[in-house]
């Protein structure tokens, strides 16, 4: 029997590596919510903020997809990697708030970051008691429902796109109401799911540290 060739054996990659191709993308998608939101803060640019959010949102599928691919996942891409997620939209959320036309309330901006600072604390106590609690169907639909959403609210703020829409217009800003109203509901939904999930995954460990290893 034949032994492997020590040579072209692959060797199992450090976790705790800083510097690889899918970390560099999740801080250039930092570096792009920055200058999205000074876009916002400045104004009068809608259909470039709108292009700039697609792509910072669309290296989230990247880099992760090769952190995969590659077997690059590490300790810092699995903390920013959510983190600059959160950074993104709900940066975005705060600063179209203060823009009426944009159609995002402060209850869409209050619901979306209260469910996301509520699930992070509660995936860092499951996790710091070593539970897996990865996200789930509803929380990636949640982030694609308001990846779709928000461009829709920063076009709404160009009058040179909603000219170019001519009688479409008023089907434009009936599209992004609803995609609102959808944001709010799934946020609400997927917070829910999770809490759900956090409570019984805690409630089988709490039952397994009481009966003790058999």
Known sequence: MSSADPATETAPYDPNTIVNIPNAITFSRLILAFILLVMIDLGDM???CAIVFVVGVTTDVIDGYLARKWNQITVLGRITDP??????IGGTLIFLTKIPESGVTPWVTFIVIAREMFITGLRSVLEGHGVDFSAKW???????????????CILSLSQSFLTSLADSTAVFLLI???????VIVITIYSG?????RGWRLLQAQNQESFVGPR
């Open 46 to 48: 809608w259909i470039s």
């Open 83 to 88: 983190f600059v997620d959160k950074v993104i």
């Open 138 to 152: 509803s929380g990636k639909l949640k982030m694609f429902v308001q990846s779709v959403c928000i461009p829709f």
């Open 176 to 182: 992004r109401d609803a995609l609102l109203w959808a």
């Open 192 to 196: 829910a799911e999770y809490c759900w």
